[in-house]
C-alpha cells in the first residue's frame, strides 16, 4: 500500500494545473510551432516487455502530420535547432518482476531566450510537458504505457490546437 502512495505522489508532480485560454505559458510556447522532431527514450527493461518504441514514434509523427507540423527526422542537418516533441517511459519492478510501476512522459522541448538578457545565449528548456503513471503486471506493460503514450499525445495535440487555432482544420 506504501509504494502505492508513492506512485500517487509522484503522478502528481507530472500533472499541470487546469489551463486558462492562453495566458498560460505552456500554450503560449506552442504558437507558431510548424516544423519538430520527435524522439522516444524507452527504459529496455519495458522494450523487453513487448513495448515498441518504433510504433510509438510512428503515431506521434502521424498526428503532427495530422495538423499540418512538418516533422523533421532527428539525425537530419539542422534537426537539433527544432522543437522536439519527447515521449518518455521509465519503470521499476515492484514484486520480484511480476508487477511494475511507470513513468510515462509527454513534454516539448526548445531553444529559448531569458527576457531579463536577451544577448545571452539561448538555452534547450522544456516549455511543455505532461505525465502520468501507471501500474501493470508484465504481460499488460505494452498496451498499458502505450495507452498513456496515445493520451499524451493526444493532449500535447489539443493543446498544439488550442495555441494555433488556423491549423486546426488542415486535418
Not at 515521449?87 to 510515462?104: K, Y
Request: with cysteine; charged share 20%; hydrophobic share 45%.
Amino acid at each position: 500500500m506504501r509504494s502505492c502512495w508513492v506512485l500517487i505522489l509522484i503522478g502528481s508532480a507530472f500533472i499541470h494545473p487546469g489551463r486558462a485560454a492562453l495566458a498560460n505559458p505552456y500554450l503560449e510556447s506552442l504558437i507558431g510551432i510548424r516544423k519538430m522532431t520527435v524522439a522516444v527514450l524507452i527504459e529496455p527493461k519495458l522494450l523487453g516487455a513487448g513495448l515498441d518504441s518504433t510504433e510509438v514514434l510512428v503515431e506521434a509523427q502521424l498526428a503532427l502530420r495530422k495538423v499540418g507540423v512538418q516533422v523533421v527526422d532527428i539525425e537530419s542537418t539542422g534537426a537539433s535547432s527544432l522543437p522536439s516533441l519527447n515521449l518518455t517511459a521509465d519503470g521499476l519492478v515492484i514484486q520480484d518482476g511480476a508487477i511494475f510501476a511507470m513513468a510515462v512522459e509527454a513534454s516539448v522541448s526548445q531553444w529559448a531566450t531569458l527576457d531579463r538578457d536577451p544577448r545571452k545565449r539561448s538555452l534547450l528548456t522544456t516549455t511543455w510537458q505532461q505525465g502520468d503513471v501507471t501500474v501493470a503486471g508484465r504481460n499488460k506493460i505494452a498496451s498499458a504505457v502505450g495507452e498513456r503514450f496515445k493520451r499524451l499525445v493526444d493532449m500535447f495535440m489539443n493543446d498544439y490546437l488550442a495555441a494555433n487555432p488556423t491549423m486546426a482544420g488542415t486535418h
